[in-house]
């Protein structure tokens, strides 16, 4: 039974960190594909102006990380980090 709330709580945990990334940042990510659908994604990422190649790599880098990798992807993977290993302690 104690195994079974503890994956309740990770999953719990889960959850809400994808609810609060998405009311943050999911609903911008929706009006920047939005933006990519209507002018594509090279005219989105560089302005009007235009952008060197390494210049717009470096800025899609940096939105994707922005965007996705710091506030979705290393949560979930330091929460079901943390979950395992209490997992592996108490067993």
């Keep these: 039974m104690g195994r079974a709330r503890a994956w309740i709580k990770v999953i719990s945990i889960l959850i809400a960190i994808v609810a609060v990334w998405f009311f943050l940042f999911g609903i911008r990510?929706?009006?920047?594909?939005s933006a990519i659908s209507e002018r594509?994604?090279?005219?989105?990422?560089c302005g009007t102006q235009g952008c060197s190649d390494a210049v717009?790599?470096?800025?899609?880098?940096?939105?994707?990380?922005?965007?996705?990798?710091?506030?979705?992807?290393?949560?979930?993977?330091l929460v079901?980090?943390?979950?395992?290993?209490n997992n592996k302690k108490s067993s």
């Design 56 to 77: 717009f790599l470096l800025n899609t880098a940096w939105t994707f990380s922005f965007f996705i990798i710091i506030p979705l992807i290393i949560p979930l993977a």
């Design 40 to 45: 594509g994604l090279r005219a989105t990422e």
């Design 29 to 33: 990510l929706i009006g920047y594909f």
């Design 80 to 85: 079901i980090y943390w979950s395992l290993k």
